[in-house]
């Protein structure tokens, strides 16, 4: 091969990859992180919606009210024990886990008890355990 066509090749193959580099970058930029938000009780760790209560709110003023006093009630916990959770489910994905219960009595673990304990510290520690043993 002569000395030309190696350097098109080096600068196709580069081209390439900044390419690829820039298209899968651009495909998880629009994804969110949610799983601090799961920890601290703001998402559903079942549905992945936002958990409020709504019942008494009638105006936008008090929807962002209420949501700057529960983040600041987790940043105070949060200062006292950094590392607490305070893992939650709303009400739907609650009332469906327990019609699902009294359905299917067999079922000794249920999928929403997997996906809590994926997102709890104990899958954490046991995952760490594990890389340190391998």
Known sequence: MTLSALRALISLSTILVVGIFFFLNRKNKNRKNISFDVKQGIRCYSCKEEIFDE????????REWQRHNKLYSIFNRLNQDPKSENIHMCTSCNRDNQIEGLIHKRRFI?????????????????????IKIH
């Open 110 to 130: 249920s999928l929403n008890s997997i996906k809590k304990y994926l997102y709890s510290r104990k899958s954490n520690r046991i995952l760490t355990l594990q």
């Open 55 to 62: 019942s008494n709110i009638q105006s936008d003023i008090q």
